[in-house]
């Protein structure tokens, strides 16, 4: 079986000058033996056929991409999507679970994503999983090939840093949620990890030499990403909480745009009472912890801390037992000194 789909992955590359007696070439009848296979898994409802095919679909992908993109976006589509049967790791499923076909999906869709001419699809069908996946025991999950196919500081794709952003905002109309989080993996990490996605074997879309990313496009690039995440956040103070735990990370400019978007968003009076009593204490949690640890390297300065205090007395909740509980939540709480 992989012999026959290696084949044809070398029929749909290099079959434009092989042609059969009745004069379809060689790309095109992987083509339609791609399309033709795929067609018949969409119309099996229990997901085997999908299944059994999995392993083999990353070398159909490179033998017919456009067939097998649209078999994707037909498979994820409904109400009851066929592709969603492809996650079998569910925490309850048993010893067996140990593997899971949907992994196959997510190479398929990491080396698609190295084709100028397919990354916007890829990454659209990436992100319908990442809305499918029920969670599970492996950690190959779609959420996380879109954070390491976009890593700022290693991208895993050949698009330029515009069309990686336009590609983004794409995901952030259709698939809101999963866009949120993919923004928030872009945001700098004090010990951050990189693993490197699934390469085609034939095709030539992954670049022969590593491009380095330049610091000012990476800067640029991070700038882009807070950004949206201000526009994004809104007056969900969940989100403004988990912005505001990579605070510290980001640039000083930065660090002055989300501070400026929260002072606007507190004396417009546009957040609720309950969403700015989250955000206060978020706030005097993170000035507490860089106060306690001053000397530490990740400390942020004084001065960068003033300026929060300001926001701080700004957001102050009315209710004293809102402003005290935090002390006793904690055998150790950050007190600031």
């Keep these: 079986r992989r012999g026959l789909a290696r084949s044809l992955a070398l029929l749909g590359l ?8 009745g004069g379809m070439s060689g790309s095109a009848w992987a083509t339609y033996l791609v399309r033709s296979l795929l067609k018949i898994a969409n119309e099996d409802p ?3 056929t999908w299944a059994s095919l999995s392993g083999l679909l990353p070398l159909m992908a490179e033998a017919a991409p456009d067939a097998a993109i649209d078999a994707m976006v037909s498979g994820s589509s409904g109400w009851d999507p066929i592709l969603e049967k492809m996650f079998t790791d569910r925490d309850d499923a ?11 999906l997510l190479w398929t869709l990491e080396l698609l994503a190295w084709s100028p001419e397919h990354f916007g699809a890829a990454i659209d069908l990436l992100a319908r999983l990442a809305e499918l996946d029920p969670g599970g025991r492996l950690s190959n999950r779609p959420a996380r090939s879109l954070a ?24 952030r109309r259709r698939h809101p949620d999963v866009a949120w989080a993919l923004l928030c993996s872009l945001l700098p ?14 095709r030539d879309w992954k670049p022969s030499d590593v491009v380095a990313v330049l610091r000012g ?29 990579d605070y510290s990370n980001l640039q000083p400019s930065d660090r002055t745009r989300v501070l400026n978007a929260l002072v ?34 990740w400390a942020l300065p004084e001065d960068a801390l003033v300026e929060l205090d300001a926001l701080i007395d700004q957001l102050q909740p009315e209710s004293a037992f809102t402003r005290h509980e935090w002390l006793f939540q904690d055998h150790m709480p950050h007190v600031g000194d």
């Excluded at 048993?94 to 949907?102: D, E, Q, V």
């Excluded at 990490?189 to 074997?201: E, K, V």
Aim: hydrophobic share 35%; proline share 5%; net charge negative.
């Design 148 to 171: 390491e196919v976009f890593c700022p500081w290693h991208p895993e794709n050949s698009a330029t840093p515009e069309r990686r952003l336009k590609v983004i905002d794409q995901v």
């Design 94 to 104: 048993g010893l067996l679970s140990s593997t899971s076909p949907h992994t196959h």
């Design 189 to 202: 990490q004090l010990h951050a990890t990189h693993f490197p996605t699934s390469a085609p074997s034939y």
């Design 46 to 48: 229990t997901g085997r």
């Design 264 to 297: 606007e968003l507190a004396a417009g009076g546009h957040i609720a009472r309950e969403d700015a009593d989250d955000i206060w204490t978020a706030l005097r949690d993170l000035v507490g912890r860089h106060r306690e640890f001053a000397d530490a390297q």
């Design 14 to 21: 290099h079959g434009e000058q092989t042609f059969f007696s």
């Design 217 to 245: 496009d990476y800067i640029d690039f991070i700038s882009a990403v807070v950004a949206r995440c201000i526009e994004d956040a809104g007056t969900d103070s969940g989100r403004w909480n988990m912005l505001l735990s």
